[in-house]
């Protein structure tokens, strides 16, 4: 968790660092090597927690890099720089988002992460040539149409049955409850999540609430009129969730939570009080995130950013994604020829220092191989104990 | 003669003016970031006139959002649907917001002030939530998504370049119709701002004018709705956020709300700021919000106001003309 | 000893000239009357005194202190009362409310004393102390901004209009108010446009006429007749 | 029936909730004339300030909300002086500032505390139950405190001088000046306490709900239906708006699920406004 | 265009607010080409009966008949184009334009091409305001923006006009300018007029006819020599008092 005691510091570097970026993109910065990469997401308003995390999972990769020297391309060792720009969760932001890194430069980047900023990237990415890695869960966050798209997670679709099938194994519910906010980023990842639960005979109700309903108490009274065995929660917010958890809990909800989309534990463990509160919960991990390497991300992250890495679970996905980025880049020897980068990204089988090898994957549901399969995370709490998130492995396609 | 009218009539023109180069811009650059501006300053404009339209009256009309994506939404559909020529979609996404606006319109232009932006606020939200509970029709919250390209008389639009120029153009058209209706009506809409019952005991039938207003500032919308639509190749629920009518406001107030040109600037300031403050990641609102209160309390006629007051002869307070009543003065 | 005293003062808003260097003087203990039609500029004076018009000229003396640069709020606390033209009271206040309105610079016993203070003086105030005063008639309505302008125990009250719209027994009823006050010392510069009731009760009148006062004098010196030359 | 009960409770503590909210933004456009576009950062600045004083530096629930309450009235009083108080006649460049400040303010959360939900709660869990039907002893205490924070502000503004002399300013202005009631010190004043009563909501609600630097715009918009449809400036109308649109949207969403009740929401205020444009307390439209 | 025997008609109109009356009972008519004085102590009705004539509000009982037609409750703006015009009591210009452009846009919203010319350049030359045509008219004097905002009346072509207090904040020697006024509407459009107004002597100078209305009731009517003699207006002024 967070704590503001370097709050003050934070803020005074963050300044400096903004007004130290102005000047440097002003003067061009005239160093002899320099690789550009970037990040486009939601930086600011109600899902910059995401954006957040993986800007920082981004330039935490690029100052590890940095520190070391330099990442190095063709024999020289270049600064890795990172633009950052705010996709504002619209599908206009990231088309001016991905404008704005074309006039940059930037051939590569992380994101974007909400589904309607994706909308508005894809196009664009074939026009400016862009390699993108989304994390949204739009059902189609990669395909042919964007042979620059990358995906850096798998979808529901390829993990859901998985950990859905485990959590019936382990927990035998039969009705469901799936939650999501009514916009694209809550439909999409909310449908998917429904198709799977009815798919294995679950008896599966959708519910949309308003982005930016503040008290979930009276949805809360709805699901009790329901009474599912099981209420899933991937689609929302963590804010959301933390909220709805706890007016479940009031409420004396007495079943079964599922998260199957990366928010981890924290939200629902929060919202009901403590993990001794829940029956049952089983969530996806988007890594493995009890897995050594984890912890390595972490203390690497306090040690090189001088403060503490974010809770928020895309910092692995992310950082995953920001190594593989750079790799490509220092493989490929260039950062600006996007095809010869999509060439050594599609060839190598993706990997990192913190958790391993993994491959690519995709066609069979999106039509072409460009989704990272790395092992995900299954955690689970059963009757008010943890007992702990064991690597789940996905096929290879490639 | 009348130098202020004449003065106010150039200021206009030369906000008109100012959008031309908007359209050599796909012409002379083909760096996306400028492109990518110039779409955003066309439709900038486009909306904010919609906005300045009403305010040539004193109302401050939060529907634009609303009448955007009802053009917008109208050219998607018309543009799947196999009609893919630009005129045939100006046409719908001008005309679908003005019949829209005609019911609206008499059920709220009655109201004044903040009663006014009140409601005209909710409508936003309604059809927000009208969008996502009718996703047959207006694919729910995934938008109309794979808009075909527009063409002109047979030739495609697709084309990047040719795709900024066409934005441009609609907003260009949509803005000159503002200009023109703000022109024509000019004297009634200024004077209705201004002293209503006057305007009133000299034969003006306020109420015709206020919904022409109201007509005139949802097809220019609708058009913008149109523009943005074209651009992106998507009909989406998060380009017409509610939210999203602040801005435009903020680009009417910090450039000057009594000329074209205050708006033409206005956009084209914020615009430019927004997209330079997007670098700075998560400090790009709070900029944002510094350079609004820096603006409003260092020119508080907006940009233009404030130039036209320092330099512009007589006719000093034109930018914040009528200010309302003290606060807590007779009600 | 002079309260108040206005020197040459000037007013001028939208172009038009309210007051011409009007001069007048008001003693401690006494009530002074300025009396002319409408746009005579009787307001204007008053509302200089209270600071909610803004003078172009000359001074006001307050107890021998130039009131210019302070504000309204601050001169009611010198000791100003003011009871406004066409009333004003508070209209979603009670009359309890809009009696003790004024006494925010009191402490809460002085407050509620000089409230039980009005109410001896007018009765009406305790009979309808929890009524909301826009449902009172126009004559109790000039009670209550009575009420309210004395419940500070004002060292000069200023009265704008008083008999504005009331019918002849009300026009009675505030002048015996009135009379209750002077009893009790109050300094009062008053306007009103009703002369006959109004000489009944002040000592002295100034006569004003398109923003300048055009004659003064006692009451006695004050004729009839050259009044509604002034009027008619 | 139980659900039908449970959402009663519901809609009564989140009417108890909104009527603070708004009544603070009814008390600032009802004296001041303007919209207070920053009342929601309020709310989550107070939900920030109790946290670092009760989970970060260790001080009592209680008194960190009470010291969160204190803090943000403290600041809307400095916010009144600095920002708002020279452009209060107008209330379009005062929307527009309170806008910027907003952003500010959020932006400064943000870099402070990150955008991540803080792990805020409610010192004290667990529900009253009786028959299936639940209520929340969180709820229940939140109740109370709002029930007993408009008790209070009621008392404040309809039986003290104080709260006459608001009173008396929102009625008339130059007149209340006239009567000793100095806008120098009532307007940072009534502006400090508005935002105060956003703080203690904030703090109070937030580990009820959720703290995360953005709760705060539907808290705004809420409290822009409440105070429409209570009547710009009405506290008495603020209060039952709050509980009419609180049970409106608990009934709509219990019963029509959280998107659909939305709608039902707006629509039952749009045609209530049709009907009522002045709002239901409301007595004339005030020209903006 | 205008009729032989045009009238304007006020026919047992009352007007209340709520519980509050403010006049009762009044009737009479402006003939064309004729000036009516309306007089009465401050609080008597006088700007509430204008604003029912003009349509501004809608009388509680009675009619306004304009040549036997009745207009009573026709929207303030079709009130003036059917030719009742008023004239308001405070500045009742567009007060941040100049002076030309308030004529213009008088013009503007009154497009009648027939008619013989209005001569409003006469007007202004006499007033003094040809020279200020180019200043904003809030930076006029008052006696000027007032004599414009009356010019601009005549831009509607009035068949009948309703002057609210014409002469308030005048200064004495600019009174006369509305004698002047008043004799060009009546002289180049046959208007009728109707004056509220508390200046006696511009009364008896310009009204051949006056009603006195005290408390929302009419108290008189006459040739003003006759109605401000009488003990009763004078009382109705003056005040009385039982004491």
């Known amino acids: 968790m967070r704590m503001p005691k370097k709050a003050r510091t934070r803020l005074t570097t963050s300044v400096l660092a903004g007004s130290a970026s102005l000047l440097f993109s002003a003067a061009a910065l005239a160093q002899d090597c320099e690789v550009k990469v970037g990040m486009a997401g939601p930086l600011t308003g109600g899902a910059s927690a995401w954006g957040l995390a993986m800007k920082t999972s981004m330039e935490f990769v690029a100052a590890k890099h940095n520190e070391a020297g330099g990442l190095p391309v063709g024999g020289k060792k270049c600064k890795v720089n990172v633009v950052t720009v705010d996709a504002q969760c619209s599908a206009a932001g990231g088309a001016a988002a991905s404008n704005y890194l074309a006039s940059q430069n930037v051939k590569i980047l992380i994101g974007p992460v909400c589904s309607p900023e994706t909308t508005g990237f894809q196009p664009l990415s074939n026009r400016h040539k862009q390699i993108f890695f989304n994390s949204s869960y739009k059902a189609d966050a990669i395909g042919p149409d964007w042979p620059y798209g990358f995906h850096m997670h798998q979808g529901p679709k390829v993990f859901g049955p998985i950990i859905i099938k485990a959590g019936k194994d382990r927990f035998k519910f039969n009705t469901a409850v799936v939650m999501g906010p009514n916009d694209q980023g809550g439909t999409d990842s909310g449908n998917q999540s429904a198709a799977i639960y009815r798919e294995i005979g679950v008896k599966t109700e ?193 | 003669m009348a130098p202020d009218r004449h003065r106010d009539f150039w200021l206009d023109l030369w906000g008109m003016a100012l959008l031309l180069p908007l359209l050599a811009m796909p012409l002379l650059f083909k760096d996306p970031f400028i492109l990518s501006l110039t779409y ?103 938008g109309v998504v794979g ?78 709705g149109l523009a943005l639509v074209n651009m992106l190749g998507t009909a989406h629920p998060s380009s017409f956020a509610s939210w999203s009518v602040n801005n435009y406001i903020a680009y009417v107030f910090v450039g000057g709300r009594g000329t074209v040109l205050g708006v033409v600037v206005g956009s084209y300031l914020l615009i430019y700021m927004t997209n330079v403050f997007n670098a700075y990641a998560h400090l790009s609102a709070g900029l944002f919000g510094l350079l609004l209160i820096a603006v409003m309390m260092a020119a508080p006629g907006g940009v233009v106001g404030t130039a036209v007051k320092l330099f512009g002869g007589f006719r000093a307070d034109k930018g914040d003309a009528p200010r309302p009543a003290p606060a807590g003065g007779a009600a | 000893m002079s309260i108040l005293s206005i020197e040459s003062l000037f007013v001028r808003y939208g172009g038009i000239t309210a007051l011409n260097g009007v001069s007048v003087e008001v003693r401690q203990g006494e009530t002074v009357l300025l009396i002319g039609s409408n746009g005579a500029g009787k307001s204007s004076l008053i509302n200089a005194v209270t600071g909610l018009v803004s003078t172009s000229g000359g001074r006001i003396l307050f107890e021998g202190r130039d009131l210019a640069g302070i504000p309204s709020a601050a001169r009611s606390r010198l000791g100003i009362g003011y009871s406004p033209e066409g009333r004003r009271v508070f209209r979603s206040l009670t009359v309890r409310e809009n009696v003790l309105s004024s006494t925010l610079g009191l402490s809460r016993a002085a407050a509620e004393e000089n409230f039980a203070w009005a109410c001896s003086i007018f009765p009406l105030l305790a009979e309808r102390a929890g009524q909301p005063a826009n449902q009172l008639s126009g004559g109790e309505q000039q009670i209550v901004a009575l009420a309210r302008a004395v419940s500070t125990l004002p060292k000069l009250l200023l009265l704008d209009e008083p008999f504005l719209g009331l019918a002849p027994v009300w026009i009675d009823r505030i002048s015996d108010a009135i009379r209750e006050l002077q009893r009790r010392g109050t300094t009062i510069l008053m306007t009103e446009q009703m002369a006959r009731p109004a000489l009944k009760l002040v000592d002295r009148a100034y006569v004003m006429r398109g923003g300048e006062v055009r004659r003064s004098g006692d009451v006695a010196e004050i004729r009839e007749e050259a009044l509604a030359e002034e009027y008619l | 029936m139980v659900t039908f009960v449970s959402a009663g409770v519901i809609g009564l503590s989140m009417g108890a909730q909104y009527a603070l909210i708004a009544i603070g933004f009814t008390l600032i456009f009802g004296i001041l004339g303007v919209v207070n576009f920053a009342h929601g950062g309020f709310y989550v600045l107070g939900g920030y300030l109790a946290f670092t004083l009760s989970h970060v530096l260790g001080v009592p629930f209680v008194a960190a909300i009470v010291l969160a309450t204190i803090a943000t009235a403290a600041i809307g009083y400095v ?127 937030t580990p009820m709900l959720a ?43 219990v019963y029509l699920g959280g998107s659909k009740g939305a709608l039902v929401l707006f629509v039952l205020v749009l045609v209530i406004l049709l009907v009522r444009p002045q709002g239901i307390f409301g007595t004339e439209a005030r020209k903006a | 265009m205008s009729a032989a025997v045009s009238t304007l008609r006020v026919e047992r109109a009352s007007k209340r607010f709520g519980g509050l009356k403010v006049f009762e009972d009044v009737s009479f008519s402006v003939p064309a080409g004729g000036v009516m004085g309306v007089i009465g102590p401050n609080g008597a009705g006088k700007t509430t009966l204008i604003n029912v004539m003009c349509g501004m509000l809608t009388p509680t009982a009675g009619r306004i008949l304009l040549d036997g037609n009745d207009i009573t409750g026709r929207p303030f703006h079709a009130v003036s184009r059917a030719g009742v015009v008023r004239s308001f009591q405070q500045t009742n210009t567009f007060r941040s334009v100049s002076v030309e452009e308030n004529l213009y846009r008088a013009l503007k919203f009154n497009r009648l091409a027939d008619g013989e010319s209005l001569r409003m350049d006469d007007l202004l030359d006499e007033f003094g305001l040809t020279r200020h045509l180019a200043e904003p008219s809030d930076k006029l004097p008052y006696g000027h923006q007032k004599m414009l905002g009356l010019i601009m009346t005549l831009a509607a072509r009035p068949r009948f006009l309703l002057l609210d ?63 401000l003699a009488r003990r009763d207006v004078i009382d109705a002024y003056l005040g009385t008092s039982a004491a």
């Open chain 2, 40 to 142: 955003q300053f066309a439709i900038g404009v486009a909306a904010s006139l919609s906005v300045y339209v009403m305010l040539r009256m004193g109302l401050l009309s939060f529907t634009v959002p609303a009448f955007m994506a009802v053009g917008g939404y109208a050219a998607a559909m018309l543009a799947k649907s196999g009609v893919t020529e630009i005129m045939a979609l100006m046409l719908a996404s001008f005309v679908l917001p003005m019949i829209f606006a005609v019911p609206l319109g008499l059920l709220v232009l009655k109201l004044k002030g903040l009663y006014f932006i009140f409601i005209t606020f909710i409508f936003n939200e309604i059809l927000q939530l009208i969008i996502f509970e009718t996703p047959k029709l207006t694919g729910g919250s995934d």
């Open chain 4, 79 to 205: 916010v009144e002086i600095v920002l708002v108080e020279k452009y209060v006649v107008d209330h379009l460049a005062t929307m527009l500032i309170t806008l910027g400040f907003y952003q500010i303010l959020i932006t400064a959360i943000v870099v402070f505390y990150g955008a991540e939900p803080m792990d805020f709660s409610f010192p004290i869990t667990g529900s009253l139950r009786s028959g299936g039907i639940f209520v929340p002893y969180s709820n229940l205490i939140v109740f109370v405190v709002c029930g007993a924070a408009i008790a209070a502000v009621y008392w404040l503004v309809y039986r003290t001088r104080y709260g006459i002399a608001l009173r008396a300013m929102a009625d008339d202005g130059p007149v209340a000046r006239s009567q000793g009631i100095p806008p120098a010190t009532m307007f940072p004043m009534a502006f400090a306490i508005a935002t105060g009563l956003a703080g203690l909501t904030g703090a109070l609600v």
């Open chain 5, 165 to 227: 207090e014409p002469a308030a904040g005048l200064e004495r020697r600019e009174r006369s300018n509305i004698d002047r006024f008043v004799d060009h509407a009546r002289k180049v459009l046959g208007c009728g007029v109707l004056v509220v107004e508390h200046d006696m002597d511009l009364v008896k100078r310009i009204c051949p006819h006056i009603l006195v209305l005290e408390s929302g009731r009419t108290l008189a009517e006459g040739p003003p020599g006759d109605v």
């Open chain 4, 211 to 253: 703290l995360d630097p953005h709760v705060g715009e539907g808290v705004l918009l809420k409290a822009f239906v409440v105070v429409i449809l209570g009547g710009m400036g009405s506290i008495p109308g603020a209060m039952l708006a709050a509980f009419i649109v609180g049970l409106t949207e608990a009934y709509a969403s």
């Open chain 1, 206 to 398: 959708v519910e949309w609430y308003q982005r930016g309903t503040t008290n979930f108490g009276p949805i809360a009274a709805r699901i009790m009129a329901q009474n599912p065995d099981i209420v899933e929660l991937a689609a929302m917010p963590p804010p959301d969730v933390t909220n709805l958890v706890r007016q479940l809990t009031q409420a004396g909800y007495n079943g079964l939570y599922g998260g199957m989309g990366g928010i981890g534990m924290e939200p629902v463990v929060q919202g009901a009080g403590g993990v001794e509160k829940i029956k049952g919960y089983f969530w996806l991990e988007l890594m493995p995130v009890e897995d050594p390497g984890a912890l390595k991300v972490r203390e690497d992250y306090q040690r090189i950013m001088k403060s503490a890495p974010t809770t928020n679970a895309m910092l692995y996905t992310s950082t995953f994604a920001a190594e593989n980025i750079l790799r490509a880049v220092s493989l490929a020897g260039t950062d600006s020829d996007v095809d010869k980068l999509a060439d050594v990204l599609r060839k190598t089988a993706p990997e990192s220092e913190y958790f391993g090898k993994g491959c690519w994957r995709g066609k069979a549901q999106y039509g072409i191989n460009q989704e990272f399969a790395f092992p995900v995370g299954m955690g689970v709490i059963q009757d008010g104990k943890r007992i702990g998130v064991e690597r789940v492995n996905l096929p290879c396609e490639s």
């Open chain 2, 147 to 224: 808009v075909p390209a527009a063409t002109f008389l047979g030739a495609d639009l697709g084309v990047p370049w040719r795709q900024v120029f066409a934005t441009v153009a609609v907003c260009l058209i949509a803005s000159v119709i503002a200009f023109a209706a703000s022109h024509r009506y000019r004297a009634e809409f200024t004077s209705i701002e201004e002293n209503e019952t006057l305007a009133e005991s000299l034969g003006v039938a306020v109420w015709k004018y206020r919904m022409i207003g109201y007509i005139v500032s949802a097809g220019v919308a609708g058009l913008a």
